[in-house]
């Protein structure tokens, strides 16, 4: 079993910036996979980023050049750094990490937007 802790979220005007963990319980080192997703009210979950273990990324092009995916391996931490924030980003925001023994998601951290 595996738990994944996101931390990081809170509210925040628009414009401002925040920067998202996820702990991982295990070593994430052979983790090819990861990725951050968000879930708005009433929307269905979407992919904000991603990143490989040979830190190959992706991102929604709604997010692009505004946030920053990273992982550090030896704290088996995710992250994402969140620029220019807008009241659309408002969602919470999971984890979700594809260990060889199965996908693991985190339980979320609300992130809210004022305009």
């Known amino acids: 079993q595996v738990q994944l802790v996101e931390s990081g979220g809170g509210l925040v005007q628009a414009g401002a910036s925040l920067r998202l963990s996820c702990a991982a319980s295990?070593?994430?080192?052979?983790?090819?996979?990861m990725g951050w997703y968000r879930q708005a009210p009433g929307k269905q979950r979407e992919l904000v980023a991603s990143?490989?273990?040979?830190?190959?990324?992706n991102y929604a092009d709604s997010v692009k050049g505004r946030f920053t995916i990273s992982r550090d391996n030896v704290k088996n931490t995710l992250y994402l750094q969140m620029n220019s924030l807008k009241p659309e980003d408002t969602a919470v925001y999971l984890c979700h990490a594809d260990f060889a023994y199965g996908g693991y998601w985190g339980q979320g951290t609300q992130v809210t937007v004022s305009s």
């Open positions: 295990r070593s994430i080192f052979r983790v090819n996979a």
């Open positions: 990143i490989t273990s040979a830190s190959t990324t």
